[in-house]
């Protein structure tokens, strides 16, 4: 979803910033301060331990706005929420999720880490079928976030 997300949205992102932190330019306006601020509130540190989850947090809120520091914590928490569920019971992808998004797992090496033979090996079919339909999904993300965007 976050690679169709960035095609619908037209802007240019190196998703290796997920895994490989700082170390690449993720494209993202204030993506390195994003970046610290998600290491540092996971308890990440840095080489001269002078970044702590104040510092980072006051510089997203500098460079991209309250508002945006405050959507940037709600996203950090609930994926440590979701991952931490999710490891700590066993939850394995669902089908439908492991074969759309089987190459971004295995391009940012995803599939290295140890929660993921929580989840079955897909067969050939299933992997071709995904593949074939992953050009589709950033069609499906532009129409489940303009569902969404519609008042009740």
């Given amino acids: 979803m976050l690679r169709a997300s960035t095609q619908v949205s037209g802007e240019a992102v190196n998703l290796n910033g997920i895994v490989e932190g700082n170390e690449v330019q993720t494209g993202l306006r204030g993506g390195e301060a994003l970046i610290r601020f998600a290491e540092a509130s996971l308890g990440d540190s840095f080489d001269d331990k002078a970044d702590d989850t104040r510092v980072a947090r006051e510089a997203v809120k500098d460079e991209l706005g ?16 979701m991952v931490r569920i999710a490891d700590g019971t066993g939850i394995p992808l669902d089908t439908p999720v492991a074969m759309m998004t089987s190459s971004i797992r295995e391009d940012l090496g995803i599939n290295e880490y140890a929660s993921a033979s929580n989840t079955p090996a897909l067969s050939l079919p299933q992997r071709l079928l995904g593949r074939l339909l992953q050009p589709a999904l950033p ?3 532009k129409l489940l976030t303009r569902n969404m965007s519609k008042p009740n």
């Fill in 139 to 141: 069609l499906v993300v």
């Fill in 66 to 81: 309250e508002n945006a520091m405050v959507d940037a914590a709600g996203v950090i928490a609930n994926f440590q929420r």
